[in-house]
Each structure stands twice: as structure tokens, then as C-alpha cells.
């Protein structure tokens, strides 16, 4: 396992998986572990977990850099994700004691009530792009609820691993609470099978997610799945035209496009199409991809070389069938596994930039012949993560929204992840919930609990 520079095509370094021998110790201590912190007060995971924010506001300049090192991420994005994954620590420190209080249910029973247990370990395979919120978004609820954490992360991201074990270490929390296990990703499936694990949350692909749902589901254990999207955003014409092109530029761009939110596809209707194409074209123009560590650079490499071949093949096959570059499509004679912001227009569906995520700063621009058009254009994907709506009505707005197939749905304005609102996905882009209320419920046994009326002696 080893860590590249996407930027200069050099090892940072290399990591020894670890053996059977040393996964099956892992997990037993955090089994163990897991029977001891379950009976502890919220109020004594909060303050931990208050430490743990306070921890990566103090690192969050070398974390940014160690993700810029590891996946390209430029500095300015890194420090913004470090902060957010602070900011979560503490909304779960703050709210986790309310969200999973004992609820009184009236029946016949001198008292009932609902209450909220913790599982046990739960193990999370995460992705690189977004190396440090996505398992923030796990772990700070996971572990407020009184559960234990297992990491097993992308294999370019070792190094991003070993320091969130490190920042929940530095913060106080026992050994065991949370523990990166440094794991191929083919030896996944005995540790998901593993009797301790009692529930497993992926962000990945739909293959990936697929895959452990099977494993998962054969055990009859819990799982969470955020996997890819192919986000549509519908401009109608009584648009503001000038927002719309500012937000699905800075949306498309997003950590370098390598985003399952990030806007995908863009559906507007034939009257503005013209116009918006045109101003998206020009703002593309102006974005500079470069060294991650330069603060000039808008966005930096894709994470690795065969992710960004990946992505100009996707392009090129789109072309072949018809789309029209209109920008960019030509990987740079340059070191580093770079891809240059680029425009697809006239797509349609059938073609790979319509059925396909593709995950770099390639935009696709779809023309719709009205409202109706736009929701059939943007419900035809295999997708459901996200979607955005611009028009001047907001009663309209509200109409398209819950006629779309997606987890959410912001109207003028960017689809982003907050830790106030539920996030998650239908149809391909997976199942379950993570933040808000819903995120932290969804590893705890929802217990009934009842007491008979005794007649008295």
C-alpha cells in the first residue's frame, strides 16, 4: 500500500498491510473497548468529542496539506474540510443526548417508551476524495451514540487514516474507540463477516457499495451506503441566469469535480440554453488547475493517474457518439495526473456524459424542451444523490422538488452536505442516512421497552 503525489508523481510513502493476526487483535480491542464506553454519559463522550474539534482546529493547516500531498486537494479546500469535520464533532456533542432520548410512548402499560442502544463496532470503508469529513460524518455520531469505530480507508489515503486515529488519540479517547485498520481493500469481506462487527457504512462506488451490502446483508447486519451520483441541475428560464452559471460552475468544480455531489449534469430548457452554455463556457475558461499547494490554483490533479484516464476516456466516448467538446477534452503534456476543466454540449441520453458518473471537471449540458422535460431528463439516471432547481418561483421550485428522484434537492443554490440536514441517496446512489438526527439513529438498536401494570399487593 502506498501514497503517491498526484501532483509530482512521487511516493510519499508506503504501508505494510496488517496481518490477519494483527485485524483479529484490532477487533477484539475494540469489542472490548465498546462494552466499556457504552456505559459512559453523553456528557463525558461530548467533552472528548469537543477536545477532538479543538484538535483538528489546531492541525487543520498540516491535515490540509497532508491531503493535498495524499489526493490533490488544493489548500484552501483542505482547511475548509478540517473545519467541517470540527464543526460536526461539536453539533454531535451538543445534540447527540437529545436526538437519541428515551421517548414516551402512551399505551396501557404503566410506562413504555422507545429508547436508543448502541450496536457495537461498526466498521466504515471510505473513499479518498473527501479523505477526512467522510468518516467525520461517521465517526462523530458512531461514537456519541456509544459505539465503536473501525476505519478501513482508501489505500491512497493511508496517510489521512493514521492521523484521525491519531486526532481521537490526542483527544482522549480510550484505545480502541476509534482504530484505522491499514487493509487491501480485497480483504474486506472477512472483517464485514467478522462476529465483533456488528454493522459496516460505505461511501464508494455503486459496484463497492453493492458489494458490501451483498456481504452485509448474507450476515444480517446494518449497513449504510453513500455511493455515486450523477447530480442534475434544472435551469428553467425565469432563472437568474448570472447565479445559475456562477453556482453550476463552482458546483461542477467542487474538489476538482471528484465529488458524488458535485453537479453533473445540467438540464436547461431550450429558450435560456443557448445563453447559459455561453457564459458557462467563459467561466470555465478562467479556472487554473495546478500545484495544490499554490494558492492560484482553483483546482489541482485528479487523486491518480488512472482515475484521470479514466475520466478522458469516459470523454472521448461521449464525443464519439455525438456530444460537442466545446471545452478542454485533452489531457496537458505536463507531469501529474491532471485533467483540464471541460464542457460537453448537446448531450443526450444514450451517451456515456448522460449514464455515467463522471468524476473530474467535466460538465454536460442537456437540453430540455420545457419543465416537464427538464424533471423526465433529470429523473432518467440510475442516480439519486442530489439535484438543484433554479427559477425565480419558489412555489414551482417546490413542485419540481418532490417530483425528483434524488436524497435532496436546493433550489438556487449548490448541493452541499450539512450536518444539520440528512444526507444520503435513492436508486443507485444507495440507501440510509448520515447527519442530522437520522444519521446518528441509524446504528442504534431502537429498543421498546415496557412495564406492565402491577395491581398492587
Same mark, same amino acid.
Given at each position: ?18 496481518? @490477519? ?39 487543520? #493547516? ?42 414516551? !410512548? ?57 492521523? =484521525? ?13 476509534? #482504530? ?25 462506488? #455503486? ?19 453513500? &455511493? ?65 499547494? @499554490? ?29 460537442? &467538446? ?31 458518473? !463522471? ?5 454536460? =449540458?442537456?437540453?430540455?424542451? @420545457?419543465?416537464?422535460?427538464? !424533471? ?44 444539520? &440536514? ?17 444519521? !446518528? ?17
Amino acid at each position: 500500500m502506498q501514497s503517491v503525489n498526484p501532483h509530482s508523481q512521487q511516493q510519499i510513502a508506503t504501508y505494510a498491510p496488517y496481518d @490477519d493476526a494483527k485485524i483479529e487483535q484490532l477487533i477484539s480491542a475494540a469489542d472490548s473497548t465498546f462494552h466499556d464506553w457504552r456505559t459512559t454519559s453523553f456528557a463525558a463522550r461530548a467533552a472528548l468529542m469537543r477536545v477532538a474539534a479543538n484538535v483538528l482546529r489546531q492541525r487543520q #493547516t498540516e491535515l490540509a496539506a497532508l491531503m493535498a500531498s495524499e489526493m490533490g486537494k488544493v489548500l484552501k479546500d483542505g482547511v475548509a474540510e478540517i473545519g467541517k469535520c470540527a464543526d460536526c464533532c461539536d453539533f454531535y456533542a451538543d445534540n447527540a443526548e437529545k436526538f437519541l432520548a428515551n421517548q414516551p !410512548i402512551a399505551t396501557d402499560a404503566a410506562d413504555s417508551y422507545i429508547a436508543c442502544d448502541p450496536l457495537g463496532v461498526v466498521l466504515a470503508v471510505m473513499p479518498w476524495n473527501f479523505p477526512f469529513w467522510q468518516v467525520f460524518r461517521f465517526a462523530a455520531p458512531a461514537l456519541m451514540a456509544g459505539n465503536v469505530g473501525l476505519l478501513k480507508h482508501a489505500s491512497n489515503a493511508c496517510g489521512c487514516a493514521l492521523a =484521525i486515529q491519531d486526532v481521537f488519540m490526542q483527544a482522549g479517547f480510550p484505545a480502541g474507540a476509534f #482504530t484505522t485498520l491499514l487493509v487491501e481493500g480485497t480483504r474486506v469481506e472477512p472483517i464485514i463477516r467478522h462476529r465483533l462487527v456488528r454493522a459496516v457504512t460505505l461511501t464508494g462506488s #455503486t459496484p463497492a457499495g453493492k458489494s458490501v451490502a451483498g456481504i452485509a446483508g448474507s450476515e444480517l447486519k446494518k449497513s449504510v451506503l453513500e &455511493l455515486g451520483g450523477s447530480d442534475a441541475y434544472i435551469v428553467l428560464q425565469d432563472a437568474d441566469l448570472g447565479l445559475a452559471v456562477q453556482t453550476c460552475v463552482k458546483s461542477r468544480l467542487i474538489n476538482g469535480g471528484q465529488s458524488c455531489i458535485a453537479a453533473k449534469r445540467f438540464i436547461v430548457v431550450r429558450s435560456v440554453q443557448e445563453e447559459f452554455t455561453r457564459r458557462y463556457v467563459e467561466q470555465f475558461r478562467n479556472v487554473r488547475f495546478g500545484d495544490p499547494t @499554490d494558492p492560484e490554483s482553483d483546482i489541482g490533479p485528479m487523486a491518480r493517474a488512472d482515475l484521470r484516464d479514466q475520466i478522458h476516456d469516459q470523454v472521448c466516448r461521449s464525443v464519439a457518439q455525438g456530444a460537442q &467538446l466545446l471545452i478542454g477534452g485533452a489531457v496537458p503534456d505536463q507531469p501529474g495526473s491532471y485533467y483540464p476543466p471541460t464542457v460537453l454540449g448537446g448531450v443526450r441520453p444514450g451517451m456515456v456524459a448522460f449514464e455515467e458518473e !463522471i468524476f473530474g471537471p467535466v460538465a454536460s =449540458i442537456i437540453e430540455a424542451d @420545457d419543465e416537464a422535460d427538464a !424533471i423526465a431528463l433529470a429523473n432518467q439516471s440510475e442516480f439519486g444523490l442530489g439535484s438543484a432547481v433554479f427559477t425565480s418561483d419558489k412555489s414551482k421550485a417546490d413542485r419540481i422538488a418532490r417530483q425528483i428522484d434524488a436524497g435532496s434537492v436546493f433550489v438556487n443554490a449548490l448541493v452541499k452536505s450539512d450536518v444539520r &440536514l440528512p444526507f444520503g441517496g435513492v436508486k443507485h446512489s444507495g440507501y440510509g442516512r448520515e447527519l442530522s438526527w437520522f444519521g !446518528i439513529q441509524e446504528f442504534v438498536n431502537i429498543k421498546t421497552v415496557y412495564h406492565a401494570n402491577v395491581p398492587r399487593q
